[in-house]
């Protein structure tokens, strides 16, 4: 073949163009060229995977971009001069060899990072300078040259043509002709044809392919159209003309220019001249190391030693000494040590300045050395862990150390790591975001104007949930609703056709929520670079996470962990309150009260536990061990799950089923798990002991097993079965356990992380157990801003028997705090509008002069240049006034005067205006005024201080109507969401009311926003019953929804709940749904003088409800509360015929004084 495709746009000219890179590769392999050249727009993220693939299938890869440069100087982002065609023009670059690929890694980032405007360009003033190695080519219709010609300035364009091939020498730039059916198009290659004539300039022909095949140009239109925001009939979008865009054929390309056969060939010569390998080695910084150690290695091993010392004492144990040898002669054959110690150095950096770190995270809690280095607080040895799993002497990749600091300061970690290795030296590592199932299918029924509503609706028939991921294809499988809607709406056919087009292409880029890479000099020297997606002054790298890796560069996790910011916190109020020092990573893992706790399901607030399932499964398992705790930390994932395997393990521990080990052998390894293999750790040591694998062999294994390659897999399992075979084991036996190992080994987790995570979790529930007011504290300083969080951790602090008090200028700090024994203090950062330089104003004034005795006091001693009237009246609001005497309409009233004075002063202050020998000056000291208004309604209250706080303290509106919300509340605003076959329940209020009108039928419907004590939830009610219901829905009623849920959101981490009916909930006792029960037991009868009194009370109190009375064979247990029929289980329940009485507060507790607090219950009745 003569032809090869120079001008070729991947996925990664993000929503532009449309091939993937194997399909691309896969297509051109067909149409039998040995060489493809991606050129995207500015950048070079794909160009890893293109190298790799492309030589994976013998295709020889171009490595290039279509830069675009500016009419000027790049940093300059004024209109360009008035002679050019435009604000910039595109030139393709190919690398030749290597240093074209360094000066195209060079361009592109200059691109980024000196001429960023709407586009990543360059100039010339780069290109002449790193223009060696390179091949230009005049692009496209707005290349430099073509928007010459376009111009009729062929003079100009003779110009630009003489200058590119000046910088690029003679044999290094192509004029570039193509030909897609546009009248320009033709305008413009006569004129490449003429100035290659009149300059003996070279031209090829390419065809700017943005897609694979012609058919695919309509599912490109609509790509198009959703990154232009636009609507697919939209007639002044930004489209392509035509459908010839797409990767052709050699003999399509020879059609195009039947007289010039030459442009095809010279495509040829063009690749011939292309020829870069990239050299796989590893780039680490050099760590700074004393001059007494000659290298990285006899540091480590220093560093090692002495730390192992410090761990298990001197001399070391034989177990240990043993393993941080073997350890650290593997380290050293690999080359590794300055990869420890430059992660011993960030580690020891951040304990130095007092930044929480975790005890490990991943297969690093493996080594002996990482622990010896403090790198990580999990012993090894003592959990059994392995440090093959972090670093395999006979597969050297390098190792991978992911860190958790403190949520609050991974910042000061990033800034010295900056600033150890040069800040042009780091960098953020860019990842993708690509068009999922569900996401195309939104965003090209967007663009077909199909309503939001509906879009919604069709979207809930695409299965998702945790661990859940279909294609458009497979949903279609999986969702006979979906297939059927499919054939019935021809827009939903349409949407699935295009979506499944353009799924899994990348949409868009963003930065790693943890990666950061370290080059030994500056990034541009080893890979391209970009700018942070709404993070201009971030740099970030242009590969990916896997593309780094492949290219050898140092990367590391960081990762802000806000347990750590809590754990930290909670010990240092223990400390400065209790005077206790606690050694967190010293705790006794088997402390009863931890477990009593976990078992109980005292979860909320304990790390990697507080979902539903995990609090569950631990109270089913009554967890009372550190092994089932990690255990179920593995378990608890989408695999394990969906086998049962954390049944299994459940049944086993409590004796429902017996434990069985597939072999004598492996009751040892299988043992702590109950016989259910658990963790990758196992199934490496199942082939240690069964067919004498070494550890490195076995995690060769784990590794096959994990990935799900058929053929690896195999080829693995079938070395271990005939190893196994050879000494001496049957053969059924091995091949049962072999199947085992496929099986369950494929779910396996992480013993090493696992073991770390659990460690956390244990430190989180051990604070709990033991300190629950101060671990409560931190953990709600922790999660200021998440509203619903806030609330639930509010409830759980009251049910165990905490007072959350609302935020006080004369005793609140920034964070949560405990005051007295058992009451929590909000903290007056969780307040809206108030900043930090306003609290520590505040602050500083209450430190100052003592507390504050007035407002007028407050608004002396503070910097209202911090505290402004807004902040003030914020303060008021959430309550934090109420200490310095009147309500809170009273503080508001007198806010403007005491504001004005206080100003005033300050202002005088500031001026020097002070009175001749110390007299006062003309403002006199302030004097407090409490102005005679009433106070606010409850209603208007709690309104004033969810607006400033996101939620209710002092009150809720819910309150008067807790008896309501146990009776008849099937689901709170928390579990609202969980998909149920059942009819459900909620009492809350509504805070807002949304109404809609579908496009399709034009009838109402409407949206809410619930509010109850456990959070906030949404719901839905359709038309049908909306007619029904708007009068009774409104926005601020406390009403008891009852309602299902669509069978298509089964599986949906929040399923829409939908409304079917409402009831005010001061109707129920009004109705009659509410009675009276007198409940009497053998053990506990009623006075024999009881019966008048009570019915001259009931009397006293008519009103609707039925007065009931209920005898219970058995000793008293809690009351029912369900009301159903006159009989439920072991308790006879009897209705009086004659009495019916107001259930109101007054009766009960009249009621209660009178019998005993446990012999008279609210009950329903209906």
Excluded at 181 to 196: I, N, P, Q, W, Y
Excluded at 599 to 621: H, I, K, N, W, Y
Excluded at 857 to 880: H, P, Q
């Amino acid at each position: 073949m003569a032809f090869v495709h120079l001008h070729t746009h991947s996925e990664y000219s993000l929503l532009d163009g449309a091939n993937r890179i194997p399909e691309l590769l896969d297509r051109v392999q067909a149409l039998g060229m040995d060489s493809l050249a991606i050129t995207d727009h500015g950048n070079l993220h794909g160009a890893w995977q293109f190298y790799a693939e492309a030589r994976a299938r013998k295709i020889r890869p171009i490595l290039g971009f279509e830069a675009y440069v500016a009419f000027g100087d790049r940093h300059k982002r004024e209109r360009p001069p008035p002679e050019a065609p435009g604000p910039y023009s595109h030139l393709v670059l190919l690398a030749r060899n290597r240093t074209g690929y360094e000066h195209l890694v060079k361009l592109s980032s200059i691109g980024f990072l000196e001429g960023f405007y709407r586009r990543p360009r360059i100039d010339r003033e780069v290109l002449e300078r790193y223009s060696g190695g390179l091949i230009g080519l005049a692009a496209c219709l707005s290349g430099e040259i073509a928007l010459y010609l376009r111009q009729g300035n062929y003079e100009a364009a003779r110009a630009s043509a003489q200058y590119f091939a000046r910088v690029f020498s003679p044999d290094g730039f192509w004029l570039e002709v193509q030909d897609h059916g546009l009248a320009d198009e033709k305008t413009v290659s006569a004129g490449m044809f003429r100035l290659a004539q009149e300059l003996g300039l070279p031209v090829v022909t390419t065809n700017d392919a943005h897609y694979l095949r012609k058919e695919d140009a309509e599912a490109h239109d609509v790509l198009l159209a959703i990154g232009t925001g636009k609507d697919l009939d939209d007639p002044n979008r930004f489209r392509f003309f035509g459908q010839e865009s797409y990767v052709k054929s050699e003999r399509e390309m020879r059609a195009l220019f039947p007289d010039h056969p030459e442009v095809v060939g010279e495509t040829q010569r063009v690749a011939d001249l292309c020829e870069f390998d990239f050299e796989k080695r590893y780039f680490l910084p050099q760590y700074p190391r004393p001059a007494e150690f000659a290298s990285d290695n006899d540091l480590l091993v220093h560093l090692a030693r002495v730390g192992a010392a410090a761990r298990y004492g001197d001399p070391l144990p034989q177990a240990v000494h043993e393993r941080l040898d073997y350890e650290l002669g593997v380290i050293s054959h690999t080359g590794y040590a300055g990869y420890f110690l430059i992660v011993y150095d960030m580690v020891k950096a951040a304990k130095d300045r007092g930044i929480p770190v975790g005890p490990g995270r991943g297969s690093a809690a493996g080594s002996l050395v990482a622990y010896a280095l403090r790198i990580t607080d999990i012993d090894p040895l003592k959990f059994d862990l392995l440090f093959e799993r972090f670093l395999n002497p006979e597969r050297i990749s390098m190792p991978d150390i992911d860190l958790d600091f403190c949520f609050e300061r991974r910042g000061e970690v990033i800034q010295y790591i900056r600033e150890r290795y040069g800040r042009d030296s780091v960098g953020q590592i860019i990842t993708f975001g690509t068009l999922k199932a569900r996401a195309a299918f939104r965003d090209v029924a967007r663009t077909l104007r199909v309503e939001p509503g509906e879009v919604d609706r069709f979207t809930k028939m695409i299965p998702a949930g945790p661990g859940i991921s279909v294609t458009l294809a497979e949903a279609q499988e999986k969702s006979p609703e979906l297939r059927q809607l499919a054939r019935q709406d021809e827009r939903v056919r349409k949407i699935l056709e295009l979506g499944t087009r353009i799924e899994g292409l990348a949409r868009h880029a963003s930065v790693h929520a943890a990666g950061l890479v370290i080059a030994p000099g500056p990034l541009t020297d080893y890979v391209p670079v970009c700018l942070a997606p709404q993070e201009p002054e971030a740099i970030i790298t242009q590969y990916d996470m896997v593309a780094l890796e492949q290219v050898g560069m140092l990367k590391i996790d960081v990762l802000g962990l806000r347990t750590l910011t809590v754990i930290h916190d909670a010990v240092r109020m223990v400390a400065d309150r209790h005077g206790v020092t606690l050694d967190m990573n010293a705790l006794d893992l088997e402390d009863p009260q931890v477990y009593q706790l976990l078992g109980s399901g005292r979860t909320a607030g304990v790390f990697q536990f507080e979902s539903p399932l995990a609090t569950d499964c631990l109270r089913s398992m009554r967890c009372d061990r550190f092994d089932d705790l990690v255990a179920t930390n593995a378990l608890l994932r989408p695999g394990p799950l969906d086998t049962g395997m954390h049944l299994v393990f459940i049944n086993r521990k409590l004796g429902r089923e017996p434990v069985r080990y597939p072999h004598p052998a492996l009751a040892q390894i299988l043992q702590p798990t109950y016989g259910v293999i658990t963790y990758q750790e196992q199934v490496m040591r199942i082939a240690n002991v069964l067919a004498g694998f070494s550890l490195a062999e076995a995690d060769m294994l784990r590794k096959a097993v994990g990935k799900k390659d058929k053929e690896l897999i195999q080829h693995e399992l079938g070395r271990f079965v005939e190893r196994a075979i050879a000494l001496g084991h049957e053969r059924r036996g091995i091949e049962d356990i072999a199947a085992q190992i496929e099986t369950f080994g494929r779910y396996g987790f992480n013993k090493s992380h696992a073991v770390a995570y659990s460690v956390l979790s244990y430190q989180t529930a051990w604070l709990k157990a033991h300190y629950a007011p101060e671990f409560l504290s931190a953990l709600l300083s922790s999660e200021i801003g998440n509203t619903d969080n806030v609330v639930r951790y509010i409830n759980e602090a009251r049910e165990l028997g905490l007072e959350v008090l609302p935020p006080d200028v004369n005793e609140s700090g920034f964070k949560f705090t405990v005051v007295g024994e058992r009451r929590l203090r909000f903290g007056l950062g969780a307040i809206k509008n108030v900043g930090a330089g306003a609290i520590e104003s505040i602050l500083a004034g209450r430190t100052a002069g003592g507390p504050y005795r007035a407002l007028v006091d407050l608004c002396d001693r503070i910097d209202l240049r911090l505290c402004n009237k807004r902040v003030l009246e914020a303060l008021i609001d959430a309550g934090a006034c109420d200490s310095l005497g009147g309500h809170r309409a009273q503080l508001v009233a007198a806010l403007d005067d005491a504001f004005g004075e206080a100003q005033a002063r300050q202002d005088e202050r500031s001026a020097g205006q002070v009175a001749l020998f110390g007299e006062q000056a003309s403002i006199p000291h302030p004097v407090s005024r409490t102005p005679d208004v009433p106070p606010w309604s409850e209603h208007d209250r709690l309104a004033r201080e969810k607006a400033v706080l996101g939620f209710f303290i002092s009150g809720h509106p819910l309150a008067r109507y807790r008896v309501e919300v146990e009776l008849f509340g099937t689901r709170t605003t928390a579990t609202l969401g969980q998909w149920s076959e059942q009819r459900v329940r909620v009492a809350a209020v509504v805070t807002l009311v949304k109404r809609q009108i579908s496009k399709k039928t034009g009838a109402e419907y409407a949206r809410l926003t619930l509010e109850d004590f456990h959070g906030t939830a949404e719901a839905l009610v359709f038309p049908e019953a909306w007619a029904k219901l708007n009068e009774v829905i409104r926005a601020d009623r406390a009403l008891l929804l009852a309602g299902s849920y669509s069978a298509r959101d089964r599986g949906e981490e929040q399923a829409p709940f939908i409304v079917e009916t409402a009831q005010a909930l001061d109707e129920l006792k009004a109705s009659g749904a509410i009675g009276v029960a007198l409940r009497w037991s053998p053990g506990a009868p009623p006075p024999v003088d009881a019966t008048r009194a009570v019915v001259a009370l009931c009397a006293a109190h008519p009103g609707p409800a039925p007065v009931l009375v209920e005898w219970e064979p058995h000793p008293p247990a809690p009351a029912p509360r369900s009301g159903e029929g006159e009989r439920g289980g072991e308790v006879t329940r009897l209705r009086s015929r004659s009495l019916r009485v107001d259930p109101a507060d007054d009766l009960v507790v009249a009621l209660r004084a009178l019998l005993g607090p446990d012999h008279v219950h609210l009950v329903r009745t209906t």
